[in-house]
């Protein structure tokens, strides 16, 4: 069973990292000069944050998924949300970074946030661990939300 479970969370944290990478690299790839030159809000936080936070959140949200995963009311349709919004979750970095669709990425956010609400009440019903460590993601996507807003009305 130990060797299941770890498996099982390395499975995850490769899934869910993948969607890191691609966003990292969009983002990486693409991001200047386009994204030096915007005008930003004032509560815009410095680059140098962004990889932390993300990083953590990830891992949050490996956690989550994999402690469901092990949880005894378990659904498969949960996990295939949470495998959509990973897509959404990429999606947004590709769509803001490559394409410079400020516009489009504020609607791809919109779609990612209304998944992460399904899957916090998904993971709520069978395993509060999963429930809890989700509401970080959230408040940072509502945050990355009002900035997203805030370049689209300054650009």
Do not use: Q
Request: aromatic share 22%; proline share 4%.
């Amino acid at each position: 069973m130990l060797k299941n479970k770890f498996l099982s969370f390395l499975l995850f944290a490769l899934i869910t990292y993948s969607a890191s990478a691609i966003g990292g690299m969009a983002t990486i790839g693409f991001k200047e000069p386009w994204y030096s030159l915007l005008i930003k809000p004032s509560y815009n936080p410095p680059d140098w944050i962004f990889a932390p936070v993300w990083t953590t959140l990830y891992l949050m949200m490996t956690l989550a998924i994999w402690i469901f995963w092990h949880s005894k009311n378990r659904n498969m349709n949960t996990i295939y949300i949470y495998f959509i919004h990973l897509i959404f979750n990429t999606t947004w970095s590709v769509v803001f970074f490559i394409f410079h669709k400020i516009f489009l990425a504020l609607v791809v956010l919109v779609i990612l946030i209304f998944l992460i609400i399904v899957l916090i009440v998904r993971f709520k019903r069978v395993n509060m661990v999963s429930y809890y460590l989700m509401i970080p993601y959230l408040l940072w996507c509502c945050y990355a939300l009002i900035l997203n807003f805030s370049l689209f009305i300054l650009n």
